[in-house]
């Protein structure tokens, strides 16, 4: 079983659509991301939900926008595709630990989707 | 802020040798922790390792050892007897202060490509 899955691993739209990318964990972990790869091979965060609720937004135009239904599920639409959003987008999970939080969780990631905007 | 950098761009060796992937990172926090992760030709992100700031200690798995250096912020990786399945990109990052459940968020290195040359 694949722990994080995304769908659909590749992409290939038009300028100006508007796309969705689904993401979900089987781990029963708490907390899900999203990270943008960009050509250069540079990952960055985009976005966490814990337990549903969106913790962090870095910095990413109101065109893209996160949703999660529920806390295996964070998907990520995207409104008015711009050709600087061809990039890799990576959903992830970790899980909170009830017990010295000071500890870092490992976060587990997706496969990747591989989106091109033409 | 925090950062990481992988000085390294590109490394090619031949199978069999050994190589080092180096990683120095910074950051203001006396909490943290650190990772390595791989990511192969298709394309998905490996995790390979967690390191506490706590704790110190070389860790080894197989042929892959990690040399956690405070002293020098670095945090290099070892293969050994390198093998071509070992050609992937490997990313080293830092994780941030976590004060909230969702809010921790991994700072990436770019990353270095290796390539085993068989």
């Known amino acids: 079983d694949t722990a994080v899955s995304q769908t659909p691993k590749y992409l290939v739209t038009q300028m100006g659509n508007d796309k969705s990318i689904k993401c979900e964990q089987n781990l029963g972990h708490d907390t899900m991301y999203w990270y943008k790869q960009d050509s250069k091979k540079f990952l960055k965060i985009m976005f966490s939900y814990n337990n549903k609720e969106l913790i962090i937004n870095e910095t990413v135009p109101n065109r893209f926008s996160p949703k999660s239904p529920d806390k295996a599920h964070l998907n990520l639409h995207i409104n008015s595709l711009e050709l600087g959003d061809s990039a890799v987008y990576f959903c992830a999970s970790s899980q909170d630990l009830t017990t010295d939080r000071i500890i870092g969780n490992t976060i587990y990631f997706g496969e990747g989707s591989w989106l091109t905007v033409v | 802020a925090q950062k990481v950098t992988q000085a390294q761009t590109e490394i090619s060796v031949v199978e069999k040798e050994d190589v080092t992937l180096d990683c120095v990172y910074e950051?203001?926090?006396?909490?943290?922790?650190l990772f390595w992760y791989k990511q192969p030709p298709s394309g998905e992100l490996v995790f390979l390792i967690r390191?506490?700031?706590?704790?110190?200690q070389n860790e080894i798995s197989g042929r892959y050892s990690w040399n956690f250096q405070k002293s020098t912020s670095s945090f290099n990786f070892t293969i050994t007897a390198s093998q071509v399945v070992d050609s992937a990109v490997y990313f080293c990052?830092?994780?941030?202060?976590?004060?909230?459940?969702?809010?921790?968020?991994?700072?990436f290195g770019t990353g270095t490509r290796l390539t085993i040359i068989p």
């Open positions: 950051t203001r926090d006396t909490t943290y922790y």
């Open positions: 390191r506490n700031s706590f704790d110190e």
């Open positions: 990052a830092l994780s941030e202060d976590i004060s909230n459940f969702g809010n921790e968020k991994l700072t």
